[in-house]
């Protein structure tokens, strides 16, 4: 695609925009029990009308916008006093749970710089189903992850293990409320005492659970202690576009202790433009995502979540009583909130995957890593409420079509040599795969059991760097 030479109508540019959309998820449809987060028509056109009426406003300089300053303290107060946070807590708006976990593991290495001068090399103590943004920021800014084991039947961080992996170079703790991939809520005040008695900071990644739990644990869910009441904690992630039901880049950072945030702060003088202070990664900021969360809980308010909590969390539950009574499959874990992982006992589950998007539904599929095997995430929003029980007729129909068929009894697509294929140039595989890996690019009706059943066979360092080298073809449009 050359670079237009003259503009096009709207007409036509809004008609092509939506025709693109063709092979996307069905999510406006209820179907899709991940990714989206749809709180229902008249909610989301609010948001983006909001979101709309801030695009053009510029959150990089406060004393030329001080709109968009207003709206961001309004929106962490609410967040603050949402999670029970103590005099002198203050926070960050952000674009999504990755900048927010970023921007804490670069205040604890920061903090520790600053009042531990014997850290040199700063390590960053999780439990293996902490999210991938923690490796990442570990990545970004010189900080050693020190993977600790969970339970392998409740899939919780284990305590114990934690405080284990201390060492005179940790700088902080983390735990998550819940973890994305089963939905269970680590440990918290336990980790929390850990953290007081070894003088450390601790983080408690919120961001599926920070606009979901405590409206649950009102209706009655039992809910351990999670957010910023809990002793030990110093700091949450929390996603206001997940169940706060906001337009996507939402997310904030928050700290008990205000003096914190100072060490995420980035300012800077000593060059020839403009004074720069950022409080967050970005610079120029749109007032859009910022407005659209506003908006947001201003339009659905603690009476609306609450409404929301109840008809997902009996979803759910549904969910989840089914799926222990559906012969062949397993819950990972118990969830107690609207998030939750089953794997398949006796059959393959990445064919159970297939067949479920083949219906029109679209669980998500997660490979297997340590005590947790491949299984199917589902994550139950307001909108797929109503659906839950056509979903769970073809969920028992499907499981019993499939566990009745030897052909599914285990993975054919699986290699025999798993070792050799690890050890392949990334580039070398592809190329060889080509047809394989195209499909993974074809939209909601490109058969995945072959290349998820290869992915989940390898070891991750091995599908890491299968991934970057597809993800560096994936974006990349071929030029003549």
Same mark, same amino acid.
């Given at each position: 695609?050359?670079?237009?030479?003259?503009?096009?109508?709207?007409?036509?540019?809004?008609?092509?925009?939506?025709?693109? $959309?063709?092979? #996307? !998820?069905?999510?406006?449809?209820?179907? =899709?029990?991940?990714?989206?987060?749809? +709180?229902? *028509?008249? @909610? /989301?056109?609010?948001?983006?009308?909001?979101?709309?009426?801030?695009?053009?406003?510029?959150?990089?300089?406060?004393?030329?916008?001080?709109?968009?300053?207003?709206?961001?303290?309004?929106?962490?107060?609410?967040?603050?006093?949402?999670?029970?946070?103590?005099?002198?807590?203050?926070?960050?708006?952000?674009?999504?749970?990755?900048?927010?976990?970023?921007?804490?593991?670069?205040?604890?290495?920061?903090?520790?710089?600053?009042?531990?001068?014997?850290?040199?090399?700063?390590?960053?103590?999780?439990?293996?189903?902490?999210?991938?943004?923690?490796?990442?920021?570990? $990545?970004?800014? #010189? !900080?050693?992850?020190?993977?600790?084991? =969970?339970?392998?039947?409740?899939?919780? +961080?284990? *305590?114990? @293990? /934690?405080?284990?992996?201390?060492?005179?170079?940790?700088?902080?703790?983390?735990?998550?409320?819940?973890?994305?991939?089963?939905?269970?809520?680590?440990?918290?005040?336990?980790?929390?005492?850990?953290?007081?008695?070894?003088?450390?900071?601790?983080?408690?990644?919120?961001?599926?659970?920070?606009?979901?739990?405590?409206?649950?644990?009102?209706?009655?869910?039992?809910?351990?202690?999670?957010?910023?009441?809990?002793?030990?904690?110093?700091?949450?992630?929390?996603?206001?576009?997940?169940?706060?039901?906001?337009?996507?880049?939402?997310?904030?950072?928050?700290?008990?202790?205000?003096?914190?945030?100072?060490?995420?702060?980035?300012?800077?003088?000593?060059?020839?433009?403009?004074?720069?202070?950022?409080?967050?990664?970005?610079?120029?900021?749109?007032?859009?995502?910022?407005?659209?969360?506003?908006?947001?809980?201003?339009?659905?308010?603690?009476?609306?979540?609450?409404?929301?909590?109840?008809?997902?969390?009996?979803?759910?539950?549904?969910?989840?009583?089914?799926?222990?009574?559906?012969?062949?499959?397993?819950?990972?874990?118990?969830?107690?909130?609207?998030?939750?992982?089953?794997?398949?006992?006796?059959?393959?589950?990445?064919?159970?995957?297939?067949?479920?998007?083949?219906?029109?539904?679209?669980?998500?599929?997660?490979?297997?890593?340590?005590?947790?095997?491949?299984?199917?995430?589902?994550?139950?929003?307001?909108?797929?409420?109503?659906?839950?029980?056509?979903?769970?007729?073809?969920?028992?129909?499907?499981?019993?079509?499939?566990?009745?068929?030897?052909?599914?009894?285990?993975?054919?697509?699986?290699?025999?040599?798993?070792?050799?294929?690890?050890?392949?140039?990334?580039?070398?595989?592809?190329?060889?795969?080509?047809?394989?890996?195209?499909?993974?690019?074809?939209?909601?009706?490109?058969?995945?059991?072959?290349?998820?059943?290869?992915?989940?066979?390898?070891?991750?360092?091995?599908?890491?760097?299968?991934?970057?080298?597809?993800?560096?073809?994936?974006?990349?449009?071929?030029?003549?």
């Amino acid at each position: 695609m050359a670079f237009p030479k003259t503009g096009r109508t709207a007409e036509s540019l809004l008609a092509e925009l939506e025709a693109r $959309k063709g092979n #996307d !998820v069905r999510w406006k449809e209820g179907r =899709v029990f991940a990714y989206v987060y749809d +709180a229902g *028509p008249e @909610a /989301m056109e609010t948001v983006k009308q909001a979101y709309g009426s801030f695009l053009t406003e510029n959150g990089l300089d406060p004393t030329s916008f001080p709109s968009c300053l207003e709206l961001e303290r309004d929106v962490i107060a609410m967040a603050l006093d949402l999670q029970n946070a103590p005099p002198g807590a203050k926070g960050s708006f952000t674009t999504g749970g990755t900048e927010s976990i970023l921007l804490s593991v670069k205040t604890a290495r920061d903090h520790a710089r600053a009042t531990k001068p014997h850290i040199t090399a700063p390590e960053l103590v999780l439990p293996e189903t902490a999210h991938p943004a923690f490796y990442k920021a570990c $990545k970004y800014f #010189d !900080v050693k992850p020190v993977v600790t084991p =969970v339970d392998p039947e409740t899939f919780t +961080a284990m *305590p114990d @293990a /934690m405080e284990k992996a201390i060492t005179d170079q940790t700088v902080m703790l983390v735990a998550s409320a819940p973890s994305y991939a089963h939905g269970v809520v680590d440990p918290i005040a336990d980790i929390g005492q850990i953290a007081l008695k070894a003088g450390l900071l601790f983080h408690v990644d919120c961001c599926v659970g920070g606009m979901y739990l405590p409206f649950a644990r009102k209706l009655g869910a039992d809910i351990p202690d999670f957010d910023l009441s809990t002793p030990g904690v110093t700091q949450m992630s929390l996603d206001f576009h997940k169940w706060g039901y906001a337009a996507k880049g939402a997310s904030c950072v928050l700290y008990t202790d205000g003096e914190l945030r100072k060490h995420q702060i980035f300012a800077w003088s000593g060059w020839t433009g403009y004074t720069i202070v950022n409080p967050t990664m970005q610079s120029g900021r749109s007032g859009g995502p910022i407005a659209g969360a506003w908006a947001a809980l201003n339009f659905i308010g603690e009476e609306g979540y609450l409404r929301f909590a109840k008809v997902t969390q009996e979803g759910a539950r549904k969910i989840c009583d089914a799926v222990r009574e559906i012969e062949g499959l397993k819950l990972l874990g118990n969830p107690p909130g609207n998030v939750l992982a089953f794997a398949a006992e006796d059959f393959d589950i990445f064919a159970l995957s297939d067949a479920m998007k083949a219906k029109g539904w679209y669980l998500q599929p997660q490979f297997g890593f340590g005590p947790s095997p491949a299984n199917l995430h589902i994550s139950v929003g307001f909108v797929n409420a109503p659906n839950v029980d056509a979903m769970l007729e073809d969920l028992r129909a499907e499981t019993a079509r499939l566990r009745a068929d030897p052909a599914y009894r285990t993975a054919p697509h699986k290699p025999e040599d798993i070792s050799a294929i690890a050890g392949m140039d990334p580039a070398e595989l592809l190329d060889s795969m080509s047809g394989v890996f195209a499909a993974r690019a074809g939209g909601p009706g490109a058969e995945m059991r072959p290349i998820n059943t290869l992915m989940d066979a390898l070891p991750h360092t091995a599908r890491d760097r299968i991934l970057t080298e597809y993800i560096n073809r994936l974006y990349a449009k071929p030029r003549a």
